[in-house]
């Protein structure tokens, strides 16, 4: 949570807003298999589930802020597993958020070397949306490889709101701010997809991502703030039936930012405000329904 102070440090609370779309990724295959390959099989799938948000900030190495608590997600999209084959794999996918998380920290514009805790609640709007490809490879009659890489679009809105559970008398109550953020991240991935009994499928992916664009603004102090990407990791892991349209699909992602350079504040020159470095991550579950 941004925190301006005079001519020194200013800290930043949680995570901020936005909304966007998405890209595509890389995958490949061969011209001659891909002469031989029928026609993509798009299908048209809905869900939607739940997540538990977790966001920290750090400064000199302590910890500042820490925001938690579950989030209602509804997600849609258009990908090309829809059977067991190897092949092409195309997906983009979109997921809304919306939520009320529990915020600890600190009450900012009070005391700059010594701010007192703060209890309060954030809201959450958020977008998210990826867009990949790949291909599959048969390993075995029962087992796939799948190697897929693209690009993410990540947008949230972050609404802290007033409170007066600050640990100081003096202060009768704490106001709230809006902070968005934008967020384009590069990501990479390695899994397989298995042919159980019964007709079931189990599909996992791991991989990795990077954050190559943050925008971040932060309406308190009206100041836009530039927090530096690191590689964080992501896993999906997905029951389905191939002759049932409804499938379980657990998931993780993470972040991590480092320290935004010291920015001088829109609201007043002599403040100089900065994100320090943050850590995040959503575990969630969502069920879906494929349509033919």
Do not use: C
């Not at 597993?81 to 529990?102: I, K, M, Q, S, Y």
């Not at 020159?269 to 969630?284: A, D, M």
């Amino acid at each position: 949570m941004p925190r301006p102070e005079p001519a020194a440090r200013a800290r930043n609370g949680a995570a901020g807003l936005s909304s966007a779309l998405l890209a595509l990724g890389l995958g490949g295959a061969s011209p001659s298999a891909a002469a031989n390959e029928d026609p993509l099989d798009w299908r048209w799938w809905l869900g939607g589930g739940i997540e538990w948000f977790h966001w920290e900030e750090f400064l000199d190495g302590e910890r500042e802020v820490r925001e938690q608590g579950p989030r209602f997600t509804l997600e849609s999209g258009v990908d090309t597993r829809t059977g067991f084959e190897p092949g092409l794999v195309l997906a983009v996918t979109a997921r809304f958020t919306l939520g009320r998380v529990d915020y600890e920290g600190s009450a900012r514009g009070v005391d700059p070397d010594d701010p007192p805790a703060a209890q309060s609640d954030t809201d959450y709007r958020g977008f998210h949306a990826v867009g990949e490809a790949g291909y599959r490879f048969e390993l075995h009659t029962n087992h796939l490889l799948e190697l897929t890489g693209g690009l993410e679009l990540d947008g949230w809105s972050r609404m802290l709101q007033d409170t007066d559970d600050v640990d100081d008398p003096e202060i009768d109550t704490a106001t709230g701010y809006t902070e968005n953020y934008r967020v384009l991240t590069a990501r990479a991935g390695a899994g397989m997809a298995h042919r159980l009994g019964n007709g079931h499928q189990l599909e996992w992916q791991l991989g990795g991502r990077y954050p190559f664009f943050i925008d971040e603004y932060d309406s308190g102090t009206q100041t836009p703030l530039e927090p530096e990407g690191r590689g964080s990791a992501f896993a999906n892991l997905e029951w389905r039936t191939p002759d049932q349209p409804w499938s379980l699909r657990l998931y993780y992602e993470a972040y991590v930012f480092d320290d935004s350079d010291w920015e001088t504040a829109g609201i007043d020159e002599t403040v100089l405000v900065k994100q320090p470095r943050s850590e995040s991550y959503r575990i969630g579950a969502t069920a879906r329904y494929r349509f033919e």
